[in-house]
T-cell receptor, first 111, second 115 residues
Framework: TQLLEQSPQFLSIQEGENLTVYCNSS?????LQWYRQEPGEGPVLLVT?????EVKKLKRLTFQFGDARKDSSLHITAAQPGDTGLYLC???????????FGSGTRLQVQP | SAVISQKPSRDICQRGTSLTIQCQVD?????MFWYRQQPGQSLTLIAT?????????ESGFVIDKFPISRPNLTFSTLTVSNMSPEDSSIYLC????????????FGEGSRLTVL
């Protein structure tokens, strides 16, 4: 059983569409992070959310941390082919330094 | 951020052999981690590489199969021993860049194929 479950697992959409990716857990996290990984590369950090209820915007990407700090979402507005990749949420369980990664959401944006 | 170099970037190996992956960081870092990413999957933590002492392994990973060295604060190696096709994965070295939030910086990974 994954500590962090992401949905959907796969998403194929047309350029210009909006989408939301969810990251859920039964555990509380002091912070959650979102990474994007492209083929042949390591994951790259997009954002860290720290405060329950926090909303962060990064251009067309909006990240939200749940009030109870057990879940997070990533919303992409007007998706572009350059958004294609594997999106991963990650967090460190209480008392741990190492990150646990979510199950991942593979996004394909068709031109 | 940090610049992380991993070698080899990819390799094809025969069953039963061993391969050592190197991870070099351009600055001293406190914590280094090794992750595995099986085909089409997310990342799974193998171990925390501790400088000057034995690595801390996660459940399901053992030192005999994945020996790790970390002789100093900028370098680590991961060996995949007695390989089988099930070991075909991307192996990723990462370093902790922000301690309070656990943010990681990753190398580009080493793609291993075992025949």
């Amino acid at each position: 059983t994954q500590l962090l479950e992401q949905s959907p697992q796969f998403l194929s959409i047309q350029e210009g569409e909006n989408l939301t990716v969810y990251c859920n857990s039964s555990s509380v996290f002091s912070s959650l992070q979102w990474y994007r990984q492209e083929p042949g590369e390591g994951p790259v950090l997009l954002v860290t959310v720290v405060t329950g209820g926090e909303v962060k915007k990064l251009k067309r990407l909006t990240f939200q941390f749940g009030d109870a700090r057990k879940d997070s979402s990533l919303h992409i507005t007007a998706a572009q082919p350059g958004d294609t990749g594997l999106y991963l949420c990650a967090g460190a369980p209480t008392g741990r330094r190492a990150l646990t990664f979510g199950s991942g959401t593979r996004l394909q944006v068709q031109p | 951020s940090a610049v992380i170099s991993q070698k080899p970037s990819r390799d094809i190996c025969q069953r039963g052999t061993s391969l050592t992956i190197q991870c070099q960081v351009d600055s001293q870092v406190t914590m280094m981690f090794w992750y595995r990413q099986q085909p089409g999957q997310s990342l799974t933590l193998i171990a925390t590489a501790n400088q000057g002492s034995e690595a801390t392994y996660e459940s399901g990973f053992v030192i005999d199969k994945f020996p790790i060295s970390r002789p100093n604060l900028t370098f680590s190696t991961l060996t995949v021993s007695n390989m089988s096709p099930e070991d075909s994965s991307i192996y990723l070295c990462s370093v902790l860049v922000r301690q309070n939030t656990g943010e990681l910086f990753f190398g580009e990974g080493s793609r291993l194929t075992v025949l």
